[in-house]
């Protein structure tokens, strides 16, 4: 049996107050999120997150939202450097998808996988090094809360209560204990937030 190499498993997601991480119309609604996003806390959060990664494990989902959205950011000289920094990251490091549908992977150092994520998160950390980030991608995070696998929890709490939509931490997830390793409040209300597993 293959041995953890010793690699951590990080996830960032965006969430409302009332825990959604998207609205009452969907998976497409981030009306709650938008003015947030673009703020000097949330840039320095995003920063954050990739800065000791090597591999991006990502739902087909947001493979296909990201890759049509970062790899421009990363050729943009006018971009904000933080936005930059991540687009060229995601463009550049290993990236593995999570998919049922599709076959064959459409974007430079893919690979796509059909297999539960825990298994593939299993089978990652016991070869290369450097951090996991699952980011962004509630469908794989979710099975992975739901298996212990996760280590760090990369959190941006917005000041709105959605009233719908779908939410992270479902009932009946195993109890788990967590340290805050960081914090920072933005002018709009908005907190970046990091939560470290202790195990």
């Given at each position: 049996m293959n041995q953890p190499t010793g690699r951590k498993v990080t996830a960032n997601l965006s969430l409302t107050l009332d825990g959604r991480y998207?609205?009452?119309g969907g998976p497409g609604d981030f009306a709650a999120f938008a003015p947030y996003v673009t703020s000097e806390v949330a840039r320095d959060h995003m920063n954050r997150i990739w800065e000791n990664a090597t591999t991006a494990l990502l739902g087909r989902v947001n493979a296909e939202g990201f890759m049509g959205y970062w790899p421009s950011v990363a050729e943009d000289d006018d971009a904000d450097p933080r936005d930059r920094g991540y687009a060229q990251w995601l463009v550049g490091t290993e990236k593995v998808v999570l998919s049922t549908t599709l076959t064959e992977a459409p974007w430079e150092r893919t690979?796509?996988?059909?297999?539960?994520?825990?298994?593939?998160?299993?089978?990652?950390?016991?070869?290369?090094?450097g951090d996991i980030l699952v980011n962004s991608s509630a469908s794989v995070i979710k099975p992975l809360l739901a298996?212990?696998?996760?280590?760090?929890?990369?959190?941006?709490?917005?000041?709105?209560?959605?009233?719908?939509?779908?939410?992270?931490?479902?009932?009946?997830?195993?109890?788990?204990?967590?340290?805050?390793?960081?914090?920072?409040?933005?002018?709009?209300?908005e907190l970046a937030l990091v939560y470290d597993r202790v195990r």
């Open positions: 998207h609205g009452p690979r796509v996988v059909n297999a539960p994520a825990a298994d593939v998160v299993t089978e990652l950390k016991a070869a290369g090094g298996a212990d696998l996760l280590d760090r929890l990369h959190l941006l709490i917005t000041p709105e209560i959605a009233g719908g939509g779908q939410r992270l931490f479902d009932d009946g997830l195993p109890a788990s204990k967590w340290r805050l390793t960081h914090q920072r409040s933005g002018d709009l209300g």
